[in-house]
């Protein structure tokens, strides 16, 4: 009996100390995960299909391939720097560049960079001073602009690039369904808060 209680208490604490990981994993991404979705709403209603496929020179057969593949991950880069989106925040906006007609490898440019957004670089400057910054800033920009290259390319070659949907940046309206996917979220949202509350209790 006292095993049994002791196997129940100790399961009890491991989920209190993971509830704490948990509030805490929330709060920290939280914030990027709201602005991720603020900034790519903003950008979808706001921006017009056109600017999006001008910017990406998607459909483009005056240039060479390379340049506008070149083109597309230096605008990703871009982007993200001045976007001040971390995290899993910018998975959001870069679903909003990938309709938009920007490359394949624009896309992993863009979420890549999340490691040279204007927040990060500050945090450089202020741990290893400007020369150290702008050194990493390099390295992490060329390092980015080649893997985005190279995985615009092998991917092509394997036939692995997924195609974009022809609607654009249009949304489409979809009826309500009731299925699995309905009873799932309806289980797990009220369990995720109670859970989040639990572990805000807990670090008290």
Request: aromatic share 16%.
């Amino acid at each position: 009996m006292d095993n049994n209680d002791d196997k129940k208490l100790s399961l009890s604490a491991k989920l209190k100390t993971a509830s704490g990981h948990y509030y805490m994993d929330v709060t920290m991404v939280g914030k990027d995960i709201l602005i991720g979705l603020v900034v790519a709403a903003i950008l979808m209603v706001l921006v017009p299909d056109t600017f999006w496929r001008g910017l990406f020179l998607t459909g483009n057969s005056a240039l060479p391939h390379f340049a506008v593949l070149s083109w597309n991950a230096i605008v990703g880069i871009l982007i993200a720097i001045f976007a001040f989106v971390c995290s899993v925040g910018n998975i959001v906006l870069a679903a909003v560049l990938w309709k938009g007609g920007i490359s394949f490898g624009g896309v992993i440019a863009f979420i890549l960079s999340d490691l040279v957004t204007i927040p990060m670089l500050m945090v450089f400057r202020k741990y290893y001073g400007n020369k150290t910054m702008w050194y990493l800033l390099g390295i992490l920009v060329v390092s980015i602009f080649s893997t985005s290259l190279f995985l615009d390319y092998s991917f092509a070659a394997l036939h692995w690039i997924p195609k974009p949907s022809a609607s654009g940046m249009q949304m489409t309206a979809e009826h309500f369904e009731c299925n699995y996917q309905t009873w799932l979220n309806l289980f797990f949202i009220p369990v995720s808060v109670i859970y989040f509350y639990w572990g805000r209790k807990s670090m008290k």
